[in-house]
């Protein structure tokens, strides 16, 4: 693989515009308010974190290295070498022999999503030579997008003798949790408590 790509969930980047605009619509209502709701302001920040690190921020990044898996509470680098199975049931899920690692950013589609998707050409293509693929590995999904371009690179290493077989469980994942990520919930979640019962 030459380079870097990066995958975000194209759902969650919508909610994520969403979330902004009502945290300006809470600070707008909470200012304006007689007396001002001062429970509004660390509301809106919480929204406005929420949004950033819950649906902006998490995603996938696919180099030579491995798969990096930046979910809310931790991010994953997974090489190679320690994957073992690619699924995608109900999100976008990396296993390795002791493990398994799910992106947040790579949801499986809705019913709806997936019927709607299932009308591409390239699905059709697959239900015509007799393949049933499973609603997250359609075309057009996050998740089946995802597993996709991590599936070819993968097959490519393999074909190319850089990932040796039955070797998967001498390499391991490397997980880092996110704490400052989580104390920023916290301290906003209990200012927007105290400013509630405190207004």
Known sequence: ?????????????IMAVVCVVLAGILVYVGT?????????????GLLVFWAWEALWAPGLTIDDAGVRIRNVTHTVDLPWEALIHVDTRFALTLRTPDAAYTAWSAPAPSA???????RRADNRELRVAGAAPRPGDLAGTDSGDAALL??????????????????????????????????????????????????
Do not use: K
Not at 34 to 43: E, I, K, M
Not at 112 to 118: I, S
Not at 150 to 158: D, F, H, L
């Open 112 to 118: 709806l999503t997936a019927a709607r998707v299932g």
């Open 32 to 44: 304006q308010s007689a007396p001002p709701l001062l429970w509004s302001l660390p509301a809106a």
């Open 150 to 199: 991590i599936r070819e690179e993968w097959q490519a290493r393999v074909e190319a003798g850089l990932i040796e077989a039955g070797a998967a469980d001498r390499y391991r994942a490397t997980r880092r949790v996110h704490a400052g990520v989580l104390a920023g919930f916290a301290a906003l979640v209990a200012a927007t408590v105290w400013g509630f019962l405190y207004n």
């Open 1 to 13: 693989m030459s380079g870097t790509l990066t995958l975000h969930s194209r759902f969650n980047r």
